[in-house]
């Protein structure tokens, strides 16, 4: 059977990435090709009992030592990455991803804002990638992928090495393909097509997903994540306190109610964000409102279920709304990244994302009521035939 290793965030904490992989695969498997897991950030599967932890490739005890306001800088983020890297996992890492490689027909580097400057250094585990994939003959695409704004000279240099192996590049939206205008081969086209994810409604066959019988009612989803990245992207909500981040979901919760829709409160995996859904639930149950704060899955099934049960979405997490869409449902997303617009652009209708300036918004339900209009104008049919045209122009050049 045809092999592809498939290079990405696979076993994130935040489930969402998982997504991505999972349309990806079963795409493949519908074309006869196995698709092989490689984490970029080292994890072998999803942990049992906590995604917010991974197995350990070496003994990092050393780390407790660190008081925790210096463990949490960003430099010294930075700092931590870079040393595990080079000292702890670079050989055997190296090791096994070449076991990977070299066993099957190609890589693809598959979907995520991959191409990126960050503290998790994304670029130079993908640089060694290119390396391993050049060593072993093997082809090396990207496919579906993000490019990252403000590329320190390191990371222009890393994504130059990728792009120069790349035999077929595309990209999910179209400021990812202008950023890398600069630094393409002539020879090599920047296709734009839609995030891979949208796909994993027909790749999966979502028929599998039923809403349970009791839950007659209309359902709204609170998809939350911290406060934090929304203050750090909008500078208009640099004064936001926590307080005032309840009162805005409080207010989207009164306005559910009077739809006679119940809440569903939902998280990606991640700790902290079920920390603050937590909060926020809290507070919405003051009201007096029909509000259940679900489990924080553990798994990407326990995402698609806890998605496939609502019938709106509003979505903080970009992949929690394209779950949504892809599960045919009525979805709005905040912006928090410059990448979220471009991404639901390339779609369809950018109108599904909103500003996060709606959270200073007295009266925020019209937008998010808008914004599910577009959701709900972008064919589902049209997005699985554009995935499967990148898809199938990848493929071509690998095994042609």
Known sequence: MKKIVIAAEVFSSNLGDYAIYDSLSTLLSSRDIEAIPLDISFRRGFPVGSTDSQPELTNRSWKSFIPKKIKHHKLTQHMITRTMWYVFHRQEITTYWSELISSSDAVIIGGGQLLTDTSAGFLTKLALITDIANKFNKPICILGCGVGSDLSKKAQKNIKKILNSASFVSLRDLDSANRLKHFVRKDISLNVYPDLAFALSSANNNNTFQKEPELKKTVCAFNIMPLAAFKKYNPNLRDVDAEAYVIFWKQLAQATAKENMQIHIVTNGSTQDYEQATSIYKSILLEDLDVRLLDRPSSPLDLYDQISDVDYLITMRMHAGIIGKAYGK????????????????????????????????????????????????????????????????CLEVIYN
């Open 330 to 393: 009525s979805v709005s997303t905040l912006i928090w990244d410059d990448k979220i617009p471009g991404v639901w652009q390339e779609a369809g209708d950018q109108k599904v994302a909103i500003n996060s300036d709606i959270i200073l918004n007295p009266y925020p339900w019209d937008e998010v009521k808008s914004a599910f209009e577009a959701s709900n104008n972008i064919l589902l049919s049209d997005l699985n035939r554009k995935i499967s045209i990148s898809v199938d122009k």
